[in-house]
Structure formats: structure tokens, C-alpha cells
């Protein structure tokens, strides 16, 4: 996901830079349109469709729009530190694993902070939330992409939408930016996860605007 905020550095005057980051990292890159935003937040959705590597790099480039500061109401400094991204909810259990026990074991492997948003209603997609220094941030997101890669389910749990201005904002059940459990990871240890999706050795991952 990427901060209303943030996509215009990320989109560049006419398309020009978004473009030189598809030429350059040999990648395809979509993104919502201005205002388009994932239910309950004020992000707009970036699919990427590449190897690992690439998307790593790609994400290097958003997260530097995302720390060029805003001066805004709605600029929140958490932000600067979190990559969020858009996982399908059927990918959320092999993430989580039982008990909690396999985010958690991400959790103490990485040093980062991770966790997914409740579902939505009728949404099938899910905010997966990994905060930490962009070492850790890193560490976590590439072992998340790599399992994606390696599960057998993840082919059929694609996301390839990136329009959701139709979807009424009466529908929603979290807050604004999906934080209602989230302001609570340090009284609790219930830890979840994300979604991309892959092809062979692409994977086609969907950032969306909280990044």
C-alpha cells in the first residue's frame, strides 16, 4: 500500500517516473487512481508483478517516498517505519500457524513486528503490517514473500484488483487506517500476516496505500 501522499513521487509528472522504475527493474507496476483507496484507509493499492528481488527494491523505492514527510494532517510518523501490504485472508492461516506460533517465530527471527488486520465483511483481502528499522522490515518481508512463493495454495489465493472506490465505507470493521488491534501489540502476542501471489518464479504483490 502507498500513502496518498507518497504516490505521486512514486508516479512521477505524467507517469515518468513509475515508468523508469518498470524499465529499470524490468517489473510492472499498477497503481489505483488518486482517491482510489483499500476500505478504511487513505492508501491507494500498488500491485507489483516480478521475482523477490524485484519487489524488494521496489519497496525500497516507496518507502523512501513514504519517508520524504509529508506536511500533513493526516501524515502519522508510525508510518514511516511500516510496510503494509494487501494479503489474501485465505493466506493469513499458514502465516499465523497454530497458536500464533509461526508469526510469532518470524517475529523472533526478524526483530521486526508483525501482524494482519481483522477481516472486513465481505473483503476478501486483508492489511498485513510489518514494522520495524528497515533492516528488520526487510528480513521479515523477503521470508514472508519466499513462503508465499513455496505454498502450494498461494496460486489460487491471488489478488489482482486494485479498484475499490466502489466499495462502501459502510462495510467496513476497522478503523480508518486498520489500527484498532494493532495500537495493542504490546499487551498482546496474537501475531498475523500478509498476501502477494506468484507465478512460477514471479510474484505478483499487492502493496497498498498504507506503507
Known sequence: MVPNYAAG???GKGGEKIARIQKGLNVKIKM???NDFFPSTNERVCLMFGNVDQIMRVNDIIMDRINEKPDTKTF????????????????????????GSHIKQIKDDTGAF???TPRQNDLNERILIIEGDKEKRNKALRRILREFQENPSYENSEITNINYGSYSSNNNSYSRDGRD???NKHQNNNFDIFSSTNSNTNTLCKFSSYY
Do not use: F, P
Not at 502519522?76 to 492461516?93: C, F, P, S, T, W
Open 114 to 116: 508483525v501482524q494482519i
Open 76 to 99: 502519522e510518523e508510525d508510518r514511516l517505519n511500516q510496510v503494509k501490504i494487501i494479503v489474501h485472508h485465505n493466506m493469513a492461516g499458514s502465516l499465523i500457524g497454530k497458536g
Open 181 to 183: 488491534s494493532y495500537n
Open 9 to 11: 513521487g512514486v508516479i
Open 32 to 34: 489505483s487512481k488518486n
